[in-house]
């Protein structure tokens, strides 16, 4: 490798919330960076907000493994080479009662949480050992992966298996100097709580009673730790998942936040797709959660027996 190049790190979900702080913070460590996102827009206000000239964006789906490889690609030709893989695009995704969930919305949540951070391992880590050198993988997990009461199903599932994903890569691929690690934040104030107004300071009110640190965290917070944990100070750190969260974890079933706001309780389902500029779908259920007779004759099924 150049000594006199910056390290390259690609961060998907990068144009928003906690891969932007990402970016922020490793370009301050020197890191040049390229952004994989979906929604364009945002992307570029991110790059107007980075040094320009040690970072790039490319438009990418991550669930869809070309789009991984032509990223990682551009990044190695645009920087002249790869050592830092983030994995941290995300979406709330579907929401309401188990027994509401379509099946498109579940795989939709669990290609955008996990399938690509399967293909954002598989391709980083081809380059690395294309390249002749190691190279360090964050993943971006959640607090929802580690209990059954913060987030909804098919996130908290997909977050679990990246937790799992993250050990098994850790052991098999640290024989060649690559390392895998996770963070696990608890909430925290971005963009992809809602946009609607009064929802962050709404947010914020609840960690109040759910966190054990008086203030609520920011995104710069949780990059501080992806970014040691890409750093050469986590040299010897591999397979670990840092849990960074304010205490609410130690503090143990505190009610959680999204208790406070289950979509459940308000008898409404769908799917939240966050930050990417692609709209939510939303519908009512009936107070014991299921459709209403009009939605089921809507979707040519019985109406529900008393
Ligand atoms: P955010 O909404 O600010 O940013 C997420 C970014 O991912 C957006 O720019 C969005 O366009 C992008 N994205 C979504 N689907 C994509 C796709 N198919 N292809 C490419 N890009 C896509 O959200 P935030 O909070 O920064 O979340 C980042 C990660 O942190 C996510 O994995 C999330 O689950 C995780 N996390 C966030 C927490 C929070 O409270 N904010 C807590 C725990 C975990």
């Not at 190691?134 to 997990?141: K, P, Q, R, T």
């Not at 107004?197 to 730790?225: F, H, N, V, Y």
């Amino acid at each position: 490798m150049n000594e006199h190049r910056p390290r390259v790190a690609v961060i998907t979900g990068g144009a928003s919330g906690i891969g932007l702080a990402t970016a922020r913070r490793l370009q301050q460590h020197d890191w040049s960076v390229v952004i994989g996102d979906i929604n364009e827009a945002s992307a570029e206000r991110a790059l107007a907000s980075l040094d320009a000239a040690r970072a790039a964006f490319v438009r990418t789906d991550v669930t869809r493994e070309q789009d991984i490889v032509a990223l990682l690609s551009a990044a190695q030709t645009r920087f002249g080479g790869l050592e830092g893989m983030v994995n941290n695009a995300g979406i709330p995704g579907a929401f309401g009662a188990i027994t509401e969930i379509e099946v498109q919305e579940w795989d939709y949540t669990i290609a955008v949480l996990l399938r690509s951070v399967f293909l954002g391992i598989k391709h980083a880590a081809r380059a690395f050992k294309a390249a002749g050198h190691g190279g360090a993988i964050v993943n971006v997990a959640s607090v929802a992966g580690l209990s059954g009461g913060v987030g909804p199903q098919a996130y908290s599932a997909a977050k679990a298996a990246v937790i799992s994903l993250t050990k098994t890569t850790a052991v098999e691929l640290a024989a060649d100097g690559v390392r895998v690690n996770a963070v696990a934040p608890g909430p925290v104030l971005t963009p992809i709580l809602g946009a609607s107004p009064g929802r962050q300071e709404r947010a914020a009110e609840m960690l109040k009673s759910t966190q054990p640190w008086p203030q609520p965290g920011g995104p710069e917070d949780i990059a501080a730790g992806i970014a040691f944990l890409a750093s050469s100070d986590a040299r010897f750190i591999t397979g670990e998942t840092l849990v960074i969260d304010g205490g609410q974890t130690a503090a143990g079933p505190l009610e959680s936040m999204s208790r406070l706001s289950d979509p459940r309780a308000k008898h409404i389902a769908g799917v939240d797709r966050g930050s990417t500029g692609q709209a939510p779908t939303k519908r009512t259920t009936n107070s014991d959660g299921g459709d209403t007779d009009a939605q089921r004759r809507e979707r040519g099924g019985p109406p529900v027996q008393p």
